[in-house]
């Protein structure tokens, strides 16, 4: 099939990346020129693992980017993958989604064939059918039902995983207002629907819009969950990773996302609960549940400094932080809790210096006032440091040394391997 993709963000690359790797010919509009360079020239404008191999693969053949919305017209469906950002109040920012919308529209104005139109970004229920249809409808002159049809089709990519889940999903959703929507997507994603391990699940358009966020909600409220009951264990002078190792024993719970430590971050939970949080109130419902969620992760990295702070004085200290990005296996900092331990270190007055295989690039670009020294290596960050703090679970931090260090005293908030009696001082964040 011939695809276009609107976006080529975190979701858009890989859903690009990976249709090709299905066999299907896929060119990505982007209107950042660098970003269309690096594609073409076969090499991944992000951090995945997976990605680079396939865009390698891919590019100049049945995968290409481009800056021309006119070039949608040679395909026979288009997804909009078109980044939702958060505004000061919680509420999504659709001005990107919309600007994206009217530049596809105008495009498929000279289109005569039907063209299905597939919203993949995560939006509110209505957001398909009240926001992106209508704009559609004015800027090409088509009727959506006559010339162009209307999907949603979330995605349940993870930073770090994020091929491997487009490629071996637990569910394809389909939302589509019509059966010949329903019937492209299908076929689409014919090469996955035939593992016996995905389901298919086939709904209404606003059904599908929130089960996104009723995905990332419930997921976001077990960390939080499994947070609260870490803190309470280390209360009582318990281990949290025994006492939930049983608790995950129970098939009614199982053991996926029970690791207590630092909390969430990311684009999508962050995002994704303060938007259902808004949207919710919009309706005049309170979500007190969901803030509450919100509240439990965002003490999280205050309680890794205090706890630092009880064996260290933070005042003109030197502490190194090991990792920066949100979770391992991605350069994403995008609302990492590794951020929130440096602020908290720097009003405290400690001196920083910080270690991560891959994301140093993205916080130095995206933060430069941020007053930090940069490690060339966990060993080098750790040199003459008077503690440590472990913010992301990196394997190569597993079974570190911590020589050189001042005095051996780490406050880890993700659980690495460690060897205790090599340290004057080991305190788990919740064990």
């Not at 990976?18 to 660098?34: F, R, S």
Request: charged share 30%.
């Amino acid at each position: 099939m011939d695809v276009s993709i609107v976006g080529s963000g975190y979701v858009g690359t890989t859903v690009a990346a990976c249709l090709a790797d299905l066999g299907h010919h896929v060119v990505n509009v982007e209107i950042d020129e660098e970003v269309v360079a690096t594609i073409n020239a076969g090499d991944a404008p992000i951090h995945e693992s997976g990605l680079e191999e396939r865009i390698e693969s891919h590019a100049g053949t049945t995968l290409r980017a481009t800056t021309d919305y006119s070039e949608v017209r040679g395909t026979d469906v288009t997804f909009l993958c078109l980044p939702t950002p958060q505004t000061a109040d919680g509420s999504l920012d659709l001005a990107p989604m919309q600007v994206g919308a009217e530049s596809l529209g105008r495009a498929l104005a000279d289109k005569r064939d039907e063209h299905l139109v597939v919203v993949k970004s995560t939006v509110l229920p209505g957001t398909t059918e009240d926001v992106v249809g209508p704009i559609l409808e004015t800027e090409s002159g088509t009727a959506v039902g006559d010339g162009i049809e209307l999907a949603m089709n979330p995605e349940f990519l993870r930073m770090g995983t994020a091929v491997e889940d487009f490629l071996e999903p637990d569910k394809v959703v389909i939302g589509a207002t019509t059966d010949d929507a329903a019937a492209t997507l299908r076929s689409l994603y014919a090469p996955l629907l035939e593992r016996e391990e995905t389901a298919l699940v086939e709904t209404g358009v606003r059904e599908a819009e929130l089960i996104k966020y009723a995905n990332n909600a419930f997921l976001a409220s077990k960390v939080s969950l499994v947070n609260e009951l870490g803190n309470i264990a280390k209360a009582y002078g318990a281990d949290a990773y025994d006492v939930l190792e049983a608790v995950g024993l129970d098939d009614r719970i199982s053991d996926r996302f029970m690791r207590s430590g630092l909390g969430w971050g990311g684009s999508c939970f962050p995002k994704d609960v303060n938007a259902l949080r808004a949207g919710a109130r919009e309706q005049g419902y309170d979500p007190d549940l969901l803030d509450a969620v919100v509240a439990v992760n965002d003490g999280q990295p205050r309680r890794l400094v205090d706890l630092l702070a009880t064996h260290v004085a933070l005042e003109r200290s030197r502490i190194a932080v090991l990792g920066l990005a949100f979770k391992p296996g991605t350069d994403d900092i995008r609302k990492s809790r590794a951020l929130d331990v440096i602020r908290d270190l720097r009003e405290r007055g400690a001196e920083v210096v910080a270690y991560d295989p891959v994301a140093m690039v993205n916080v130095r670009e995206r933060y430069p006032d941020l007053d930090i020294e940069y490690a060339e290596s966990a060993d080098d960050a750790l040199e003459g440091a008077d503690g440590a703090v472990v913010a992301t679970g990196w394997p190569e931090f597993d079974d570190l040394a911590f020589e050189g260090m001042a005095r051996r005293i780490v406050a880890d908030g993700r659980r690495i391997a460690v060897d205790e009696d090599e340290l004057e001082v080991y305190e788990g964040l919740t064990w």
